[in-house]
């Protein structure tokens, strides 16, 4: 459910579907509530668009898939899995909007473009401006 603060205490729901979500709380009954900042998709296509850029000019990466595989395991963003064997393996993590917020997506955004400025020898400022 998407909401939108408006007052010191209040929220205010954005949608009908929200509302019908809303309305099966009961009055006073306690819920937990976590507060995410809903992804940017503005800032979502800058990040692909910075992607190509990168594969692009790159030649160790078959792939965008490739290179953000490698971006997600360099950055640290991944995640144990044990199998029925009881091997443990290393999954990378999903950026997708369901699974990371806006304030994650913010902080692996800064990580990548870093990473990816250090990786082609460029300042986060030149790569940044290839998207434009």
Do not use: P
Request: hydrophobic content about 40%.
């Amino acid at each position: 459910m998407y909401c939108r603060k408006i007052n010191q205490t209040d929220l205010q729901v954005t949608s009908s579907n929200d509302q019908r979500e809303l309305d099966k709380v009961k009055v006073g009954q306690i819920v937990k509530v976590k507060i995410t900042k809903g992804r940017n998709l503005l800032h979502h296509r800058k990040f692909f668009a910075l992607a190509n850029v990168v594969f692009e000019n790159s030649e160790g990466f078959k792939s965008v898939e490739q290179l953000l595989y490698a971006t997600k395991k360099s950055l640290g963003y991944v995640e144990d899995q044990i199998l029925f064997t009881g091997e443990v393996v290393e999954n990378v993590k999903s950026i997708s909007f369901e699974k990371m917020d806006q304030i994650e997506f913010t902080e692996f955004y800064t990580g990548a473009v870093k990473l990816w400025a250090d990786f082609l020898q460029i300042t986060v400022e030149e790569l940044e401006s290839e998207s434009e």
